[in-house]
């Protein structure tokens, strides 16, 4: 059982891998304490009071009623509640009938069980009792009435706890939630760093490492959308932590809307950490009976530094929270226009690029945005989900088979959550936007986004979808988002529920998801947003992967995908082989480099191939054969940093492992030669010390521990953006 109750002590003791858990109620009142999260220890055998320095004057509430400012204001709090005496970041701020703010929770009851239910409309991640146990800790507020349920999960083989909080109105008034967030806890010492991912469009998720110090460190977005700048993901690491070794705890949300993540250095040498849903643009109304849920924020503790964290929340990732048919397999070699054409295409230009594209062992053929309604730049059409006969001359049906008589599979582009001034569904609907009244709602892209509060409007929406994907065999779908919310006012929400519009059309996406991949399981589903603006654990619930970025240059993606896979598997990161020089970056690197980046990833191409040169096309063939070659092994080892390019400006390196450490694949790609340099030697890692693994390409053969500690010389590259691969198997 990874979660124990001990009476005699009132301590619940959750044990994941190497990882415990401790909580304690404590005093006559009850409070919810928070004793330890670390590496794995014993039962028994420790103080929980002394951990939760409840004993030390004047920290004793029932002891010390003259001050019990102090004890609120000190104790580490599981949940803790605003506007009684916790100073510092709380959890839960509500309004109640009175106007008042107040809430203080209570410990009331428990419940243990063997594995971990559903998160009701949200996506979480899943195990069943051979993987986990789930502790419920019922609280609540008696004077409002209110039921708070404290959510935990320990994973049994994973270093993993979940963490979630269900709300229930039990009394006769209702009450507004202002703030309720998923997680608090208060890590001892104030000497710690953050890592967090930041960025901007065409260069997401660039990795930050900065000191927590004292005060509030704030990580979160309120664009209704994670966003290219701040991914929902912070890690809160000793200041001695490593790639490889030391203590590392690691908080990602598991939601795709406006977050909210809080570090914070108190007075007596600790560390508290939150997150959850950003309280700005939040309010959400609880009449009597009515319930709630925060979503969940998985915990990842590591005491084998910053890639033990990568690697569980790889294998969480891909074990527990990917539902898709296609988690765990290969997915097709595709080709999106997007890079080819932009708008510029129509039934011939795309079928000349499907049948040099299928000769050359590609197999599918994704028609990106253009095809629709009167599509033909971005500032029309978006809601008219309708094909544009003029340029898909014969029609959608015509067109997918003609792909498909090539071999080739076939897939579209959408965005779903969209539309245009200038379209068909704005001029019957105006009204069915996310606007106020009165207001000029601000244009991004010259679109507007979707009231998806009103459930008209995403049956209209979704109506159509479900047609067009009915029309023909389509087998994927990028879904994409074009804009951040702003405006927030919907007309179909009544006054005093405008605070929950970006909650609520978080939820209706969701919603749409679901509905997408249970009427056409066989879909595989790309999820997008401008690039990467919307990659979290929330959208990978329903998408095996996500466009990980508009910037297909293979230097700027060594980066980009280096923070995207701090977190998230690479079976998850879309990566293609885009045309040279880089749309974004204009920048110029060979055509092999370019695949082997696009390898660590989901794999495909992004450009003409009728017009791309020779030499590049004729690559092709051997580039689909390394995908076929290697993509087990990187859709499902293990994967290590070497060497990052973004520190040493010099060179960048990652390999994986298969888990049984019979077999390896190394990149290493040489940014920028040094004059006089031969070879740079890197020491391998997570290999068997005392197996015998053989260079599939020289023949050498070398142990574990030689590759590991001696290392192993690269040779044999003369130039900038230079790489190679390296294949190692177990002799
Ligand atoms: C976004 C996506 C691109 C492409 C365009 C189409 O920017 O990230 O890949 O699909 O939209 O408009």
Request: glycine share 8%; with cysteine; hydrophobic share 35%.
């Amino acid at each position: 059982m990874g979660v124990k109750y001990f009476a005699d002590k009132r301590i619940f003791k959750l044990d994941a891998n190497n990882t415990s858990y401790i909580i304690g109620i404590v005093d006559d009142e009850n409070f919810i304490g928070h004793v330890y999260f670390g590496r794995r220890i014993a039962d028994g055998h420790f103080s929980p009071e002394s951990l939760m320095r409840i004993n030390e004057y004047p920290f004793v509430p029932s002891k010390n009623k003259r001050d019990r400012l102090s004890f609120y204001d000190t104790f580490p709090q599981e949940y803790p509640t605003h506007g009684i005496g916790d100073f510092r970041e709380t959890c839960l701020e509500i309004r109640d009938v009175n106007g008042h703010a107040v809430s203080k929770l209570q410990y009331v009851s428990h419940r243990i069980t063997g594995g971990k239910p559903k998160l009701e409309g949200l996506p979480a991640t899943f195990g069943n009792e051979d993987d986990c146990t789930t502790l419920e800790l019922f609280c609540e507020d008696p004077v409002l009435g209110l039921e708070v349920v404290l959510v935990y999960t320990a994973f049994e083989k994973l270093d993993v706890i979940t963490r979630s909080v269900r709300f229930r109105n039990n009394g006769r008034d209702p009450v507004w939630l202002k703030k309720a967030l998923s997680c608090c806890v208060d890590l001892d010492g104030a000497d710690f760093d953050i890592i967090s991912l930041h960025g901007s469009w065409a260069r997401e998720r660039h990795v930050q490492r900065i000191p927590a110090g004292l005060g509030k460190k704030i990580f979160s977005s309120n664009r209704g959308e994670p966003g290219h700048q701040c991914n929902p993901f912070v890690a809160v690491v000793r200041p001695d932590a490593t790639e490889d070794s030391g203590e590392v705890y690691g908080f990602n949300f598991v939601y795709s809307g406006n977050f909210y993540a809080c570090v914070e250095g108190g007075q007596f040498e600790t560390t508290r950490v939150a997150m959850g849903i950003n309280p700005t643009d939040f309010e959400w109304l609880l009449e009597p009976g009515g319930e709630f849920i925060a979503p969940e924020v998985v915990m990842v503790f590591s005491y084998q530094g910053i890639g033990g964290m990568t690697r569980t929340f790889h294998d969480l990732y891909r074990g527990h929270l990917i539902r898709s048919p296609y988690r765990n397999k290969k997915r097709p070699v595709l080709i999106n226009n997007w890079e080819a054409t932009y708008f510029d295409f129509d039934t011939e230009k795309l079928l000349a690029i499907a049948r040099e594209a299928s000769a050359l062992g590609i197999e599918m053929l994704v028609m990106d945005d253009g095809w629709f309604g009167k599509r033909n730049n971005d500032n029309c059409s978006l809601g008219d989900w309708v094909v544009n006969e003029e340029k898909i001359k014969g029609g959608l049906k015509y067109l997918v088979d003609e792909v498909n008589r090539l071999g080739m599979d076939f897939g579209i582009w959408f965005e779903p959550e969209m539309v245009s001034p200038d379209s068909d569904l704005y001029r019957a609907h105006p009204d069915w936007c996310i606007h106020i009244e009165g207001r000029t709602p601000g244009l991004s892209r010259n679109q507007l986004v979707l009231d998806l509060t009103n459930p008209e409007v995403v049956e209209t929406v979704y109506g159509m979808l479900k047609k067009i994907l009915s029309e023909a065999n389509i087998r994927y779908v990028k879904w994409d988002m074009n804009r951040p919310l702003t405006d927030l006012g919907s007309n179909y929400l009544p006054p005093e529920r405008q605070g929950e519009i970006s909650h609520r059309y978080v939820l209706a996406v969701y919603r749409m998801l679901e509905r997408l991949t249970t009427d056409f399981p066989h879909i595989l589903v790309e999820g997008c947003s401008g690039g990467g603006a919307r990659f979290d654990p929330g959208i990978l619930y329903y998408c095996p992967q996500i466009w990980c970025s508009d910037d297909t240059d293979a230097i700027e993606r060594l980066i980009i995908q280096r923070g995207t896979a701090m977190v998230y598997p690479l079976s998850t990161i879309g990566a293609h082989v885009s045309d040279c020089p880089n749309h974004v970056l204009g920048r110029t690197t060979p055509f092999e480099t370019r695949g082997y980046v696009a390898l660590a990833g989901t794999f495909g191409y992004e450009l003409d191939v009728t017009r791309i040169p020779k030499e590049d096309r004729e690559m092709i063939p051997e580039q689909v054969k390394m995908y076929h070659r290697y993509n087990d092994l990187i859709r499902e080892g293990d994967y290590y940093r070497i060497a990052d390019y973004g520190e040493n400006r010099l060179y960048d390196a990652w390999m994986v492992v298969s888990k049984d450490k019979r077999e390896a694949l190394v990149t290493y790609i040489q940014v920028m030669q040094r004059p006089n340099y031969k070879s740079r030697r890197i020491r391998l890692k997570g290999l068997d010390e005392n197996t015998v693994y053989r260079d599939e390409q020289t023949g050498e053969t070398y142990t574990g521990s030689a590759l590991m500690y001696a290392g192993i010389n690269m040779t044999g590259l003369h130039g900038d953006f230079k790489g190679k691969l390296i294949h190692l198997t177990a002799v």
